[in-house]
RNA sequence: GGGCGGGUAGCUCAGUUGGGAGAGCAUCGGCCUUACAAGCCGAGGGUCACAGGUUCAAGCCCUGUUCCGCCUACCA
């Protein structure tokens, strides 16, 4: 019998394919004015310059789930997409393809510089976007942003000339985190801190008049240069001889005093702390309050400057050395010790952070933390794993303000300007012609540009068309749920309830589910300099998209890092081969609409498989409404291939042969048009491509399956039924398969070789039931005679078992080797035995009597009585072995 | 320094109110049974990190120990 589809799935023409028709007849397009629910998400924008990893092939399948799931639901759906401008990173990789052109920016100058950003965006910006269409994103691509398009940009200058009149933002001198490569700021969320074995300079500071001094211990010796005071603790008597003295800072000759200050800790090192303004931040606080000078040693290059003395010109790690051996050379360095510490390293670049005085803008975070922080708490909003909601609240609640300007060109420019006759500060969305202070019209707008996360704290309405009042914000926000990965939580989750709560007065999303991060098989985070990516678009290649999507899916549990490895994704390629498979044997049967048959003449494998059809449906909705995607997966695995395929479709190829009579026939094409046709619905949200492409071809499927109703489970509205009693009774006829099928491979006798069995059963149901499903058991087990008896001698050469109520005997005359036999039935009793201590245990135990609940006591006592039942006829049957052998 | 997560079969991991230890892969044995060898049938394999405690009952709850990972931090 012919099939229409092909042997052996081809996912890379299909995907193709239906991904065109999709966006074709515009069915990712979310309506503005619908009655039906909404359901949104906004996408996590990845960096325009982005090339597509592991981590946003799991973020956009989870969403693309949800989307379609609830796109099946009925609901209307907005997944809005779009990208960020990466504002560090893009400028980084424009200078570095412009220097390969001998090209410095600064020759270019401002302008043209970011004409050339915007060329390359226009270039190599749909990248990424392409990628996520691989993957199969029903995004609603007609309304992808961008942060630094027109609309966005517009609700970034509204919201900081907002904030900035309400107190919220303020500009001054501060000490921040300096990247010397990127030559910007940087927020503290932007350091990554790495334990590093460094090491801890002990340095004599001579006394100006007089012998010895104090000695201070640094990890960063070049800072000397611009020290300008040493502090110890007023109350150490090691050095209260030193109060008001001065000192002459080595190498440079300059004098400087020694101060008290309670904030030194007098445990450590020598207890003397050199104090250096300009190059740390707490250095910075005592130098303000003990009204010191903060000479900058280190330039923003990373180069030691004029104030370095002799030293300047050199690089700061290069001075390091310098210092160094001029120290010991004039005997000043006392000691040296190894010291681990942490070490900030730019998140963009991985240079070692500067700490550099030097004036920034700032949002005050403080009152817009403790809405956020009430938000979670009261529930406004849910984050999934539950577990992440402790870190947010330590966060909120120990937030620090944000430095949100940095040093790059590449960004939405501040919206300030001063007055270079007054001085005066203006913030307004528009360009001011003059300064209102003293009328003068020479007004330069701040060079600096925000954080690109300040855009994307917004994005959740800006992308909405905010601060417009629009009716995709009326429809849409707040968004049913955030996927994202914890590695962003701080830096994007947090910032964007923040921002939401205080512009839209509601929070951004009503959930927030946190995902796991991909790893190697290693547990290595994927990176390039490792060489242990797994590039998603070369397995995408290799195996199909569904298979990567389906093997993601299968790993995301909650709570746990996904390492992924090659060999997985090949098992779910074979899954995905085995649903074309199962299809394709489908459809040698089905050549008609079978949508609208009733159910009649069910046999018991269809009435099983109703019953489980409707089971795992629920369970599916279950697990999806619930973002466990992880069960989701595995559920529909478990039943596709282990229920479907393994026992439904073989029980019932005797009746779609036709050999079982017209009315078994049709009743069993029935039941399998059903079961594949909700089967396809229920996978089509994990794996989009072969499931679309399955229902083309499924006579009376019309339409996208995008469109399809998702089955229901509730017994009114559905078309099958639970069925508890099919259920049971398939559990056994399964369990005399199984049982036939144990002696046959334990024997060694060959599947080809068919068998004759007897069937012995006190029990009237039992031997009723088997006699009913008699064909089944025949046909699986693959007998020539079964024969079903109520009791009586157990032939010779047979080989027992026992399911249930039932002893089953397989003769095996001239094969069977009783050694062999009595071995198998002693191996089984022993397992038994096993279990039955553990059972009389517990049930001689009073306390279990009296006091655990009656149904679990119940319970243990039918399972003692069924364990010694099936023990007790094994024993029988083993005792009449071992008499034959003594013959 | 503070906080969090994890340690379950050879490997990767599930295990949702405490009540008979599971899956996938790998391994071993048997099969080209007319949807599928990317397959079918069968089998073996675990002191649930360690030590205590609560309980009639602990992989699950509590305490301590240990190992691994991550986040966070202004002690030079």
């Not at 069915?27 to 998400?41: K, Q, T, V």
């Not at 203006?426 to 202070?437: G, I, K, R, S, Y």
């Not at 199962?582 to 609208?596: G, K, N, P, V, Y």
């Not at 499903?773 to 008896?789: H, K, S, T």
């Amino acid at each position: 019998m012919d099939s229409i589809l092909d042997k052996g799935y081809e996912p890379h023409e299909v995907e193709k394919r239906w991904y065109a028709y999709w966006e074709a007849n515009n069915l990712f397009a979310a309506s503005e004015d619908s009655n039906r629910p909404a359901y949104s998400i906004v996408i996590p924008p990845p960096n325009v310059t982005g090339v597509l990893h592991m981590g946003h092939a799991l973020n956009i399948t989870l969403q693309d789930i949800l989307c379609r799931y609830r796109r099946l639901c009925g609901d209307n759906v907005l997944w809005m997409p779009g990208t960020d401008h990466a504002g560090i990173a893009t400028q980084n990789v424009v200078e570095r393809s412009l220097s390969a052109q001998g090209i410095d920016r600064h020759q270019l100058g401002r302008e043209k510089f970011v004409e050339k950003v915007w060329e390359w965006r226009k270039t190599y910006g749909s990248a990424i976007i392409n990628q996520l269409k691989k993957l199969g994103a029903s995004c609603d691509w007609h309304r992808e942003r961008f942060t630094m398009d027109e609309g966005l940009s517009r609700s970034v200058k509204k919201v900081f000339v907002q904030l900035y009149e309400q107190g919220l933002i303020y500009r001054g001198h501060y000490i921040i985190n300096w990247c010397p490569r990127c030559m910007t700021a940087l927020a503290d969320l932007e350091v990554e801190h790495e334990a590093h074995d460094g090491t801890l300079y002990h340095i004599l500071y001579p006394l100006s008049e007089g012998e010895g001094g104090p000695i201070v211990a640094t990890t960063r010796p070049e800072t000397m240069l611009g020290d300008t005071a040493v502090a110890v603790h007023p109350e150490d008597d090691r050095y209260a001889a030193l109060h008001g003295k001065q000192l002459t800072l080595p190498l440079t000759g300059r004098t400087i005093p020694v101060i008290c200050d309670t904030y030194v800790d007098r445990k450590f090192g020598t207890g003397a702390l050199k104090v250096t303004p300009a190059h740390d931040p707490n250095d910075f606080e005592i130098g303000r309050i003990h009204s010191l000078p903060s000479p900058k040693v280190i330039g923003d290059n990373g180069i030691m400057t004029e104030e370095a003395g002799k030293y300047q010109g050199l690089d700061r790690f290069a001075c390091r050395a310098a210092v160094l051996k001029d120290l010991e050379a004039a005997g000043l360095l006392i000691k040296v010790e190894s010291y681990n510490h942490g070490v900030g390293h730019c998140y963009r670049c991985h240079t070692v952070v500067e700490p550099n005085l030097s004036k920034q803008w700032f949002v005050k975070t403080k009152p817009l933390a403790e809405k956020a922080l009430e938000a979670v708490k009261s529930g406004q909003a849910k984050i999934v794993p539950e577990k992440w909601e402790g870190d947010y609240y330590q966060w909120m609640e120990n937030i620090r303000d944000w430095c949100i300007s940095r040093q790059i060109w590449w960004g939405h420019q501040i919206p300030a300007w001063t007055c270079s006759q007054c001085n005066e500060i203006m913030v307004a969305l528009e360009a001011p012609t003059h300064c209102p202070t003293c009328n003068s019209s020479h007004l330069i707008q701040d060079p600096d540009v925000l954080d690109t996360w300040f855009s994307s704290a917004l994005w959740p309405f800006s992308t909405m068309g905010w601060p417009d009042e629009t009716h995709l914000l009326k429809t849409f926000y707040p968004t049913s749920v955030l996927v994202t990965g914890f590695d962003i939580l701080f830096f994007w989750v947090a910032r964007m309830m923040m921002m939401g709560l205080r512009f839209m007065d509601q929070v951004p999303f009503h959930d927030v589910y946190i995902h796991a991060l991909v790893r190697d098989e290693n547990g290595k985070k994927m990176s390039k300099s490792t060489g242990n990516v797994i590039d998603p678009i070369d397995i995408i290649k290799t195996y199909g998209t569904d298979a990567l999507r389906f093997t993601l899916t299968a790993f995301a549990a909650q709570g746990r890092d996904i390492k992924l490895s090659e060999k997985r994704i090949e098992g779910y390629r074979n899954f995905i081969n085995k649903l074309w498979n199962a299809a394709r044997f489908s459809f040698m049967h089905i050549q008609e609409d079978h949508s609208a048959a009733a159910f009649s003449d069910l046999s018991l494998p269809d009435r099983w498989i109703l019953d489980r059809m409707k089971t795992v449906t629920r369970q599916l909705a279950d697990a999806l409404d619930t973002y466990r995607f992880n069960d989701a997966a595995g559920d529909l695995y478990q039943f596709v291939w282990h229920e479907f395929c393994d026992w439904y479709l073989e029980f019932i190829k005797p009746a779609l042969y036709g050999n079982k009579g017209k009315a078994e026939q049709q009743s069993a094409k029935n039941v399998l048009w059903r079961v594949l046709h909700d089967t396809l619905i229920l996978l089509h949200p994990i794996i989009p491509f072969i499931t679309e492409e399955i229902w083309d071809k499924l006579p009376g499927a019309n339409g996208s399956i995008m469109q399809a109703t998702f089955p229901s489970f509730d017994d009114t509205l559905s078309p099958i039924a639970f069925d508890p009693d099919a259920v049971e009774q398939m559990t056994l006829v399964m369990a005399v398969i199984n049982a036939i099928r144990n002696i046959r491979g334990e024997m060694g006798i060959s599947p080809s070789q068919a068998l004759r069995v007897l069937i012995q059963s006190s029990d009237e149901k039992t031997r009723h039931l088997i006699d009913q499903n008699q064909e089944f058991i025949v046909n699986l087990a693959r007998l020539n005679d079964l024969a079903i008896a109520a009791a009586g001698e157990k032939p010779k050469a047979t080989a027992t078992a026992v399911a249930d109520q039932a002893v089953i005997l397989v003769y095996l005359e001239g094969i069977i080797d009783f050694g062999k036999e009595a071995a198998r039935l002693e191996k089984e009793i022993t397992k038994i035995n096993v279990e039955l201590e553990k059972l009389d245990k517990k049930l001689n135990n009073q306390g279990f009597i009296n006091q655990a609940k009656p149904e679990v006591v119940d319970k243990t006592k039918e399972q003692r009585q069924g364990y010694t039942e099936k023990r007790d006829k094994l024993a029988v049957n083993l005792e009449k072995i071992k008499s034959i052998q003594a013959e």
